[in-house]
């Protein structure tokens, strides 16, 4: 008999105000154990304040946020202590005046002193900081830094652990090195991670599901894979990445757009948006496809980024090669297979 697994947190219809402003509308989603979700937004959508929600920091005005047991509705609202609950924030918030062994078990005053030392010791080894036992936050670098403050979020073994943009202090090369080799040990807790980011390309990278967020509302959540390629809306596709958004009208199981009919399958007939990556379009043969009149063409290493027009439609198009010198026209095609309509 198949068993569904209770997830580790749940978000049910969370919403919060500060006077007219909505912050949060209505968030719902869950966190899985030993998985890293990723909720992705611009500046502003809210994710920062639904973090500090979950971690009981602030009262929701309404919904349920429940993990091992209720942590808050519209009656309860458990302290941020009783949650079992690990968070880092995006200044590490390290204690100056305590070295880096006292750092990490801040938290442990419930042990005895040897097996809080123990404990200690265990999660330097993991994140390979031992060596900086005695060392003061002023004297570590910013990944130094990182690892002492999750160090100390894992250290009472929490279930959920909350992490507010953790990666953004970091320049590019060690970012994605401290990303690798920190999210290993973060799986391997078992803990659900959830990481507030506003950055496309490490939700991608470092989620196993994102929650896409706007204006306070969770507009998607799926697997990387999932919100990329299929996603909802143009809203949520905008928020991982550039797309081609042409308004268009479905009638018997096709759209009219600026770039042609195109097959919509189970599509119902009216007004409609079809979506398409800048990757989606390729250089077309001799009578098929569409006339793209080129405005700049941008070379990026590993592609062209080409900008153009159709008519009176912006397209933007990554090429493999570049399809013309200078400015002109190009003739580009795009599979159903590859669009998205909404």
Known sequence: MLTMTAPALSVADVAKSYGSVQAV?????????????CLLGRSGCGKSTLLRLIAGL??????????????????THLPPEKRGIGLVFQDYALFPHLDVTKNVGFGLAHLNKADRATRVAALLDRFQIAHLAHAYPHSLSGGEQQRVAIARALAREPAVVLMDEPFSGLDGALRRDIQLAILGQ??????????VTHDAEEAMRVGDRIVLMAEGRVLQTGTPEECYAQPTSAAAARLLGPVNALPGMVKDGRIETA?????APNHPDGPA?????????GVAGDGAGFDLTVSEIAYLGDRYEVSGMVGDTPILAHLATRPILGR??????????????V
């Open 25 to 37: 509308d209505g968030a719902s989603f869950d966190l899985a154990a030993g998985q890293v979700t």
């Open 58 to 75: 602030e009262c929701a005005d309404r919904g349920t946020i429940a993990g091992d047991t209720l942590f808050a509705d519209s009656t």
């Open 186 to 195: 973060l799986r391997a807790s078992g803990a659900a991670v959830l990481i």
């Open 259 to 263: 770039l042609g009919t195109i097959p």
């Open 273 to 281: 948006t079809l979506l398409a990556r800048p990757e989606a379009f």
């Open 328 to 341: 002109g026209t190009v003739r580009l095609s795009v599979s159903s297979e590859d669009v998205r309509i």
